[in-house]
T-cell receptor, first 110, second 114 residues
Framework: EDQVTQSPEALRLQEGESSSLNCSYT??????LFWYRQDPGKGPEFLFTLYSAGEEKEKERLKATLTKKESFLHITAPKPEDSATYLCAVQAQGGFKTIFGAGTRLFVKA | DTGVSQNPRHKITKRGQNVTFRCDPI?????LYWYRQTLGQGPEFLTYFQNEAQLEKSRLLSDRFSAERPKGSFSTLEIQRTEQGDSAMYLC????????????FGPGTRLTVT
């Protein structure tokens, strides 16, 4: 069964303290792995799509990487405005169902 | 505003009543998804439309749930005979055919079943 597991559940950082979020996945033929950001009371906001192992994408202080079993979202020198829940999702080849993990709640303190 | 819109934003209903939610996707987006999200969890896939065709539906979805997308524009999600377990945020997302995996989400409809 296709599955996405994110860790840690919550992460508290000081402003400027870099760290990484983990997304482990099991899928029968990966079509794509996606990262989203979700603020309280809002819908998720698209960040990245990764298609194959070794691929990397960057956007401001965020960098996403992909291996055959995991993806990492690296946050460099975070700011308080980076506080949000970060969601990882996968879609398998041959279908349209997108499977989300439970997310990592990131708190960045000034 | 050219984003995805959902109405109503909040709905409180009594157990056993039927409810209908509406989603208006971004105008040039031909793909549309419905999800359900409960507190502390990620969105759970419900169904997918490509234009007006419903191409995939979650096995978790009971017969009480139905979705339509007439003419490939807006979509509706109906829940019949609501149960307390249906209380959740219902999210709609759309994507463009040239960037099909970049889903743009609406603000959601929060359903409370009393």
């Amino acid at each position: 069964e296709d599955q996405v597991t994110q860790s840690p559940e919550a992460l508290r950082l000081q402003e400027g303290e870099s760290s990484s979020l983990n997304c482990s996945y099991t899928v029968s033929g990966l079509r794509g792995l996606f990262w989203y950001r979700q603020d309280p009371g809002k819908g998720p906001e698209f960040l990245f799509t990764l298609y194959s192992a070794g691929e990397e994408k960057e956007k401001e202080r965020l960098k996403a990487t992909l291996t055959k079993k995991e993806s990492f979202l690296h946050i460099t020198a975070p700011k308080p405005e980076d506080s949000a829940t970060y969601l990882c999702a996968v879609q398998a080849q041959g279908g349209f169902k997108t499977i989300f993990g439970a997310g990592t709640r990131l708190f960045v303190k000034a | 505003d050219t984003g995805v819109s959902q109405n109503p934003r909040h709905k409180i209903t009594k157990r056993g009543q039927n409810v209908t939610f509406r989603c208006d996707p971004i105008s040039e987006h031909n793909r549309l998804y419905w999800y359900r999200q409960t507190l502390g969890q990620g969105p759970e896939f419900l169904t997918y439309f490509q234009n007006e065709a419903q191409l995939e539906k979650s096995r978790l979805l009971s017969d009480r749930f139905s979705a339509e997308r007439p003419k490939g524009s807006f979509s509706t999600l109906e829940i019949q005979r609501t149960e307390q377990g249906d209380s959740a945020m219902y999210l709609c997302a759309s994507s463009f055919r040239l960037t099909p995996y970049e889903q743009y989400f609406g603000p959601g409809t929060r359903l409370t079943v009393t």
